[in-house]
T-cell receptor, first 112, second 112 residues
Framework: QKEVEQNSGPLSVPEGAIASLNCTYSDRVSQSFFWYRQYSGKSPELIMS????GDKEDGRFTAQLNKASQYVSLLIRDSQPSDSATYLC????????????FGTGTRLLVSP | DVKVTQSSRYLVKRTGEKVFLECVQD?????MFWYRQDPGLGLRLIYF???????EKGDIPEGYSVSREKKERFSLILESASTNQTSMYLCASISRGNYGYTFGSGTRLTVV
């Protein structure tokens, strides 16, 4: 079983809708979770981090963490065509060395 | 803003060549990482370093080595390039106690 799993998509949503991206992880001791956005041909950029169960909101983005069920999700409200990108879920594997393990990403397409 | 600079955006090398990929960060970060990214496989950790002259193997170190002679610079070396090392290479750095990686812009390496 992969350590971090994401549906590869593409996930297609119309402009203005809510996009919901999901991620599951296998290591129960993981404590820190991240969402990165990667545009085609570009490097990943950090958009959200979450460490505690529950929701964390930042502008149009909300990260949700459920450690009991081992999943983390990202909601994008009022989706825009500029949100079209691949979203990578990442989990800290080793808190000492701060090694991140990445999912393979979900491609999001927001149509005008 | 933290800046992580990778020396080349695109690189084409011949099979058997020794290849150097350079990464420099300007924020005095202790930890630096080299990942490669391939379609369907996501980001995979090659090597990382937590201090000058200190290095640790990641998940796929075979065929690679690294060098960290100065804190700001972390080099990835392909001792004898092979076609299966054609990939996007991403360098990242992070300060201890902070979990948000900053990525460089990436080097797309093609080995022919």
């Amino acid at each position: 079983q992969k350590e971090v799993e994401q549906n590869s998509g593409p996930l297609s949503v119309p402009e203005g809708a809510i996009a919901s991206l999901n991620c599951t992880y296998s290591d129960r001791v993981s404590q820190s979770f991240f969402w990165y956005r990667q545009y085609s041909g570009k490097s990943p950029e950090l958009i959200m981090s979450i460490y505690s169960n529950g929701d964390k909101e930042d502008g149009r983005f909300t990260a949700q963490l459920n450690k009991a069920s081992q999943y983390v999700s990202l909601l994008i409200r009022d989706s825009q065509p500029s949100d079209s990108a691949t979203y990578l879920c990442a989990v800290i594997q080793d808190t000492g060395f701060q090694k991140l393990v990445f999912g393979t990403g979900t491609r999001l397409l927001v149509s005008p | 803003d933290v800046k992580v600079t990778q020396s080349s955006r695109y690189l084409v090398k011949r099979t058997g060549e020794k290849v150097f990929l350079e990464c420099v960060q300007d924020m005095d970060h202790e930890n630096m990482f080299w990942y490669r990214q391939d379609p369907g496989l996501g980001l995979r950790l090659i090597y990382f370093s937590y201090d000058v002259k200190m290095k640790e193997k990641g998940d796929i170190p075979e065929g690679y080595s690294v060098s960290r002679e100065k804190k700001e610079r972390f080099s990835l070396i392909l001792e004898s390039a092979s076609t299966n090392q054609t990939s996007m290479y991403l360098c990242a750095s992070i300060s201890r106690g902070n979990y948000g990686y900053t990525f460089g812009s990436g080097t797309r390496l093609t080995v022919v």
